[in-house]
């Protein structure tokens, strides 16, 4: 396997307790974003459609992604901002799982919505994705 390179629209499985991995999606190119680690990337997470609330800024469709197999929310409220060197050594030491990225139009939409969004928080809308 060719070694992983993060950038905008790539997908990793990531560990979430529990519930098992949720699909990440990353928003830019690493970027250096002031007061945060050099070279980082913004990520929201796809959660599963269940009965009960959940944020409605942006679904994504079953298989808009080969790892989506129901429609998903993008949980913005879970948005992080990890160092793109953390997340390389997360592949590498296979704790973390990357999968095909998401398309142009998945990413735009995504990326839009994470300034839309009611509940994305604050410090996260503050940072421009290019």
């Excluded at 990353?26 to 050099?38: H, Q, R, S, V, W």
């Excluded at 609330?53 to 469709?61: E, G, L, V």
């Excluded at 298989?63 to 992080?80: E, G, I, N, P």
């Excluded at 142009?104 to 928080?121: A, K």
Aim: net charge neutral; with cysteine; glycine share 6%.
């Amino acid at each position: 396997m060719p070694d992983w390179v993060c950038s905008a629209g790539g997908t990793l499985l990531i560990p979430s307790g529990a519930q098992g991995n949720h699909l990440f999606v990353i928003l830019n190119d690493p970027t250096d974003f002031d007061g945060y680690a050099k070279q980082s990337c913004v990520s929201v997470s796809l959660c599963s459609i269940r009965k009960g609330p959940y944020d409605a800024t942006r679904i994504a469709k079953a298989r808009a992604h080969a790892f989506l197999t129901q429609d998903s929310y993008v949980a913005y409220r879970h948005a992080r901002i990890d160092a793109a060197e953390d997340l390389t050594r997360l592949v590498k030491n296979l704790s973390f799982v990357p999968l095909e990225p998401v398309s142009s139009e998945l990413l735009n939409q995504i990326r839009d919505g994470l300034y839309v969004s009611p509940q994305t928080p604050n410090y996260i809308k503050e940072l421009k994705l290019a």
